[in-house]
């Protein structure tokens, strides 16, 4: 099941998504749902970011606003702080490397890019949480990941209903792309949005029908990551999820992923290889 020769301009170069690439999740937040994924120090995160890149992670996806699920409130000007800082120390040991910014919000969007090297946007709102997200993109001209959710972080578990969650997933999806393109946003990858207001079996009912979304004609992004449609099913945790992870990442592979978005670089990177040497 080879993937379609797929490419994404990021930072003016040409990234072949023909073979599945990595991005590797830093997150300066303290209470991301994941503890080891938390940042504390200067050393840790460059620490962190040198061993993701050595690894082979293609994209490091930075957030300062942690969007598990009831996350605390952070405001814009903190938010900007702490991506602002990050930014500042691991550009300036990797000035080439490829960044991304986990973001909803729109002045969050325009203070990065406008100050950093950053070559690309990943808003879990889809757009629905900032009215001028799209506009700023647009503006800016940088590639984004356009994910589904519903409602915010503190109150998306309570928007789980349905009617067929693949084809309201993928409509959404296709109306804003459709908006997007006639703002001149070329580079979208799109993100199905797990564990995003939906419950474990509509996580894994998108997982099964992945293939569907390539319909859509963009780059795909699979964040199944240590999550809780994971550990839940597997009666463990987020630390004890690694070998989770990476049977969903397969599947999720399997299913058309371009690009894998991870904590485990180096797991992620061996589950592409197998991918590669058995589907491809």
Do not use: W
């Amino acid at each position: 099941m080879e993937n379609s020769s797929l490419q994404l301009r990021l930072n003016n170069h040409l990234v072949d998504l023909s073979s599945p690439i990595v991005m590797g999740i830093i997150n300066v937040t303290p209470d991301s749902f994941f503890k080891r994924s938390r940042i504390t120090s200067d050393k840790a995160l460059l620490n962190t970011t040198e061993k993701m890149l050595s690894d082979g992670a293609c994209i490091i996806d930075i957030g300062g606003y942690s969007t598990r699920p009831s996350a605390e409130i952070v405001t814009q000007e903190e938010e900007i702080k702490r991506v602002s800082d990050a930014l500042e120390i691991m550009l300036k040991k990797f000035p080439d490397m490829i960044v991304s910014v986990d973001t909803f919000r729109s002045g969050v969007v325009r203070h990065v890019v406008k100050n950093y090297q950053v070559a690309m946007i990943n808003d879990i709102g889809g757009g629905t949480l900032d009215d001028l997200m799209f506009e700023s993109i647009g503006d800016l001209k940088v590639a984004y990941v356009l994910m589904h959710t519903r409602g915010t972080p503190q109150t998306m578990q309570s928007q789980t209903q349905y009617d067929e969650i693949v084809s309201e997933v993928m409509i959404f999806l296709e109306k804003r792309i459709a908006r997007l393109r006639l703002l001149g946003v070329n580079d979208v990858v799109i993100d199905p949005g797990f564990g995003f207001a939906k419950t474990l079996e509509q996580n894994f009912t998108i997982l099964k029908m992945l293939s569907c979304f390539k319909e859509l004609n963009a780059p795909l992004l699979a964040g199944v990551s240590r999550k809780s449609m994971l550990y839940n099913l597997t009666g463990s945790n987020a630390i004890e999820a690694l070998n989770a992870t990476t049977a969903a990442n397969m599947l999720a592979l399997v299913g058309g992923a371009n690009i894998l978005r991870v904590h485990d670089v180096k797991e992620a990177i061996q589950t592409i290889a197998v991918y590669k040497q058995y589907c491809i």
